[in-house]
Every structure is written in C-alpha cells, then in structure tokens.
C-alpha cells in the first residue's frame, strides 16, 4: 500500500510539473509577443525562462532515460536555479523605471554584476562538484551540497530580499488604489518563483526525498506554483502596456483558456488514458488520439459557448455593458468593401442573366462625382469611366426626376435613387446594362424590381458606411489610450512627458487632418490645435481650425523642391502628394493618372509624404518652443 500510494503521489508530481511548464512557457510567449520593446515584458519572460527550464529538466528525468544523460540533464537545471536571482532584481528595476524612477547607472551595474555571478554560480554547478555533488539512488540523480553550497544560498536569499525592497519602493510610487494593489501583488506573487525552484534537495538525504511526506510537501509545493504563476500573468500584463485595462483583460483571459487551458486538458487526457488498460473496448494507444481531439474540441466548444458569460461576469462591469453590446452589434452589422462588392457581383449577374445581356454595371454618385463600384462581363470599366465621365454627367442630370431606364449609346442607364429621409430621391447610383430598349420590354418588372432594391441598398451601406468609416478616421486619432497616459496619474513619475513625443500617434494625427483638410473631425478636433506653431496664430486671432490649416501649408510647401514644377521628376514626389490629394483634394485614380505611377505605389508614397511632412511639423514644433522659452 505505502508503495503504492507513493507512486500515485509521484504520478501526481509529474503531471504538476508538467502542467508548470506548460503555463510558464505560455506566458513566456504571451510576454514575448506582447511588446518585445517592453521592458517589463522582456525581464518577466526572462523570469519565466528560468522557472520554465528546470521543470523542463525535472519531466524529462521522470521519463529515466541513462544514467549519464540524466547526470547532465540534472546539471543543466541550474541555467533557472543559477540566474533566478539576477532576473528578478532585473525585474524590480524595470518596474521602478515604470514608475518613473530609472537607474541613473548604479542599478544597471548591480545587474551586469549579478548576472556574471549568475553565470559563474551556473558553471560551478555544471562543471564541478563545488555548488553540488551528485549522488545516484536506485537510478535516480539526486544531489548533495557542495563544499560553496552556503555561498549560493547566501547570494540567493540576499538577491531576493533586495528585490522585495525594490518591490516595496516601486509600490510606495503608486498614487492610485488600483496599481497600487497591483504593485502589492507583484510585489509578493514576485517572490514565487524563487522559492519554486529554490534548490531545496540539496539539503535533504535522498532517502527523504523518496518519502511519502516529502512528495506530499512538494505536489503541495507544485500546486502552490501553478496557482500562483496564474496569479503573476494578471497584474504583470498592466504594467507597461498602452492598452486600456479592459483590453489587457480580455486578451489575458483568451490566452489563458486557449492556450495553457487546453495544453493541461490535454496532458490530462493523455495520462489519464495512456495509463489505462482498455478504454470502450479499445487498447489505450488506439483510443488515445481521439480522446484527446474530442476532449480538446469539446474546450474549445465550451470556451465559444461560456466566453461572453465569462467576459461578462469578470471583465465587464454593469455599467460597460450597455456600450460594449452596441460595439459588438456594430461590429456585426458593418461589413468590408469586399463583402459588398462581392453581394453587388452577385446581384448584377442575376440583372444581366434576367435581361439576357453580356454585359453590367454599378456606379455610385457621390457628391456630383461618378465612381465605378462593380461590373459583370467588362474588364475595363475604369477606362470606360474616364472616357465617358463627361456624356455620363450629362445623363446624371436628366436623370433626377425619372425612374425608368435612359438609352445612352449602347447602354440602357437606369438611376437609383435614395431612401434615407435625409435625402429621399436623390440620385445615389447609376445601374447600367448593354441592351436595347426593346429588350428591356420583354422585361416583367415585378422579377426585375427586387434587384432594383437589392442595389439602391448596396449603394446606401456604400454610402453609409463611407461616412463612418470617414469619421472613425478623423476621431480615432484623437482617442488617446488610458492606458498610453497612466503613466502620468499612476505613479510618482519623474519623465518629462510630451504631447507630440509618440511618433506614430502623432503621424495618425497629421494623416487625419490631412484626410480631412477641407472640413472634418480630423482636422476641426484634432490634437494638433494644442501645437505652439498653432496656438501662436490662434493668438493673432485666428480660427484653430483655420491655424492649423495654415500651419499644414506651410509644412507642406517646405517639401517644395527648387526649380520648375514636374509632376513626373522624383524629386517632386512628395510634395505633388500632398498639394494633389489634399490641398486640391484629389482622387487616388487621377493623382496616380497624373504622375505616372500605380495607385498601389501611390499609397505607398503617400504615407512616405505624410511621415516627411510630419518630421517637418516637428522640426517647426520645436523651433517654436525654443524661441518661446525663457533665456
């Protein structure tokens, strides 16, 4: 019985190792790929590296492979053993860098200090008897002290306690409940991976480590660690993301049950069954890979089913919950180009299959302009457009007050009017078909009605969700993160912080007052009114709207070459891109007409432009607040 109950703890042992190893390389990912340029992010993947390794080591010796293998594989666990300390005081000094309170040298030469006695701990361990001496019982690696074991131990606890300190001074530079809370957890959960992968068996007989108390105290031990590496990802994923909180959360609860959730489900199942002898009838290996798929198929079932309960009880407080329904319903309901260019497709072909004609097209009319949207049976409607833009202008204005097929040329040009009441019977749309009058007489109306409304219908989402599309673009610049300007209410910061510092935030800002230059939210509310260079002629009077306006001409005309004006010369690039499309507000077909060039490589120096112009509102930005600062 003792035997036995001693086998079953160690099974116990080794799937908690192994459901360790699994989470902690998990989030090891999951801070890798969260923000590589992230300090916090770096130093706890580093971190979870050194308490991932030695688990790693301890399941691979559960398998006992040789006796030798088993020897290096034990030496190796010390990579995690040997440099726990230094990634965790590396750890702290991020977090006190994120509250504002940088090394200014000497903390930095404390880590490449510890790291280099990390790594000569590490090679004693691995390369003498000096840190551990090896001992081998029934097959099985164990270690003793080594004659240095008490300087290791000294330097571990040392490191350890410093880093607690560091912990409790990042803490003291909160100023609001919430990180504060969050710096205390760290500031404990911090201490977890020290003392799971503490080398404890070194001061224990290897007669010991094979009791049943011993076992019982380390699967206590390991699941201790599980729940409290669970615990650590949580508030880890605030500190230095520019998320909102709400963000962090959702993504943090996805990953945990899709990615280390079924990883355990599915170790689960495989011990579970592979230690069976027969399962429905079946041998354990036939049976095996069908009870782990339909285990993990039904997790992730389940995870689609209780997700939105899950979100909601954990996540969403009562008062977001309004809000968010509205942005998922939003987000259901609008669809891509693509899609509607797609359904239109669809319904142009069931218009030409029913007037038996090769050959039709949709054109939506926007603002006095014709722009092709879909065609069935010509490859060149974009060509055909440009030629016939003018006689096609003509019918538009003929075509205000009838509702019946209008003969131009070859084409029988039905206009599609709108039904908002905002501007019911406007021409919104011309459908064109290569057919004759007489062939549309064979025509019943009531088939041909239905995709009549089918494509007024595109042609308003067309519309529709131009204009949203439109002013998302203008406001999202203007949405600052809470998360991005934490920073600044959160923590006793010392950093000096600039509106216009975040290169990208600001190259958004200048593209949306761009996009919107001849009226629009991304210009008339945008964050660049706060600019000195804008501000200085708002105080002589003029409109914000109107100074900004002014102080992008400007800029733009700083990206005037010398010389006569070419709309071909390279050298005219840039400064052709900004004047074309949006000082004369230009389509991308006529720009990319007019220069020579595809309208794909045209958006590509289009966003070269915008970053040229939005270096040199910088460069005037802080020529101003140099002239403006006190002597």
């Not at 509607?340 to 007037?355: F, G, I, P, R, S």
């Amino acid at each position: 019985m003792p035997d036995s109950l001693l086998d079953l703890l160690q099974i116990t042992n080794e799937i908690l190792a192994s459901s360790i190893v699994i989470l902690a390389f998990s989030m090891l990912l999951y801070n890798l790929t969260r923000d590589l340029h992230n300090r916090v992010a770096r130093t706890s993947g580093a971190v979870l590296a050194c308490v991932t390794i030695p688990y790693v080591c301890d399941v691979f010796l559960s398998l006992q492979p040789d006796l030798e293998v088993s020897l290096i594989v034990a030496r190796l666990q010390w990579i995690g053993i040997a440099f726990i300390p230094a990634t965790l005081f590396h750890l702290s000094d991020a977090l006190l860098a994120t509250t504002g309170l940088p090394s200014r040298g000497r903390r930095k030469r404390i880590i490449r200090i510890l790291y280099l006695m990390s790594a000569l701990f590490f090679i004693m361990a691995t390369f003498s008897d000096a840190i551990i001496i090896p001992t081998i019982v029934r097959r099985i690696v164990s270690f003793d002290a080594g004659p240095l074991a008490w300087l290791f131990i000294i330097y571990f606890i040392s490191v350890v306690i410093v880093t607690f300190i560091n912990m409790q001074r990042a803490r003291a530079r909160c100023l609001t409940r919430t990180t504060r809370r969050r710096m205390g957890y760290l500031q404990y959960a911090i201490l977890l991976p020290a003392i799971g992968i503490f080398p404890f068996s070194i001061f224990i007989s290897p007669a010991d480590e094979q009791a049943i108390g011993f076992t019982l105290l380390v699967i206590l031990a390991n699941l201790f660690v599980i729940a409290m590496l669970i615990f650590l990802s949580y508030p880890l994923s605030f500190f230095g993301s520019n998320k909102p909180d709400r963000i962090v959360k959702v993504e943090l609860l996805h990953f945990l049950l899709r990615g280390p959730g079924t990883g355990l489900l599915a170790l689960a199942t495989i011990l579970t069954i592979g230690r069976a002898t027969r399962v429905l009838g079946l041998d354990n290996d036939d049976f095996l890979p069908f009870g782990v798929v339909a285990v993990v198929l039904m997790w992730q079932w389940g995870i689609h089913l209780l997700m939105p309960t899950l979100e909601y009880w954990l996540i969403y407080r009562s008062e977001d919950e309004d809000q968010m329904s509205r942005l998922r319903d939003l987000n259901e309901r609008i669809v891509t180009r693509a899609d509607l260019l797609q359904y239109t497709e669809a319904t142009l072909a069931a218009v030409a299959d029913q007037l038996r004609t090769k050959e039709a097209f949709l054109l939506l009319v926007r603002d006095g302009d014709i722009e092709p949207i879909q065609a069935v049976g010509m490859d060149y409607l974009n060509g055909f457009l440009q030629e016939q833009e003018a006689d096609l202008k003509a019918v538009l204005s003929t075509a205000q007050d009838t509702t019946e097929f209008i003969a131009w040329r070859e084409y029988q040009m039905l206009p599609l009017h709108s039904r908002r009441a905002a501007d019911e019977g406007a021409v919104v749309g011309l459908l064109g078909v290569r057919a004759s009058s007489t062939e549309l007489d064979t025509v019943e109306p009531e088939t041909l009605q239905p995709m009549i409304q089918r494509l007024e219908q595109t042609i308003e989402d067309f519309r529709l969700q131009a204009e949203i599309f439109t002013a998302v673009e203008g406001l999202l610049p203007q949405i600052t993160s809470n998360r991005q300007r934490a920073d600044e209410m959160e923590f006793r910061t010392q950093v000096v912080t600039d509106s216009t510092s975040d290169r990208d935030e600001f190259y958004e800002q200048v593209r949306a007052a761009l996009r919107h230059y001849w009226g629009g939210p991304g210009i008339t509310r945008s964050r660049l009114h706060d600019l000195t260079i804008v501000q200085k002629l708002v105080a002589q009077g003029d409109n914000p709207t109107v100074a900004l306006r002014t102080v992008l001409q400007q800029a733009i005309e700083q990206q005037r070459p010398s010389g006569e004006r070419s709309l071909t010369a390279p050298e005219w690039t840039i400064y052709n891109i900004l004047t074309l499309r949006f000082l004369e507000g230009k389509k991308v077909r006529d720009v990319a007409r007019r220069m020579s060039m595809s309208e794909a490589d045209l958006y590509r120096k289009q966003r070269l432009a915008i970053e040229a112009l939005s270096t040199t509102l910088h460069e005037m930005e802080a020529a101003a607040r140099s002239e403006a600062a006190p002597l």
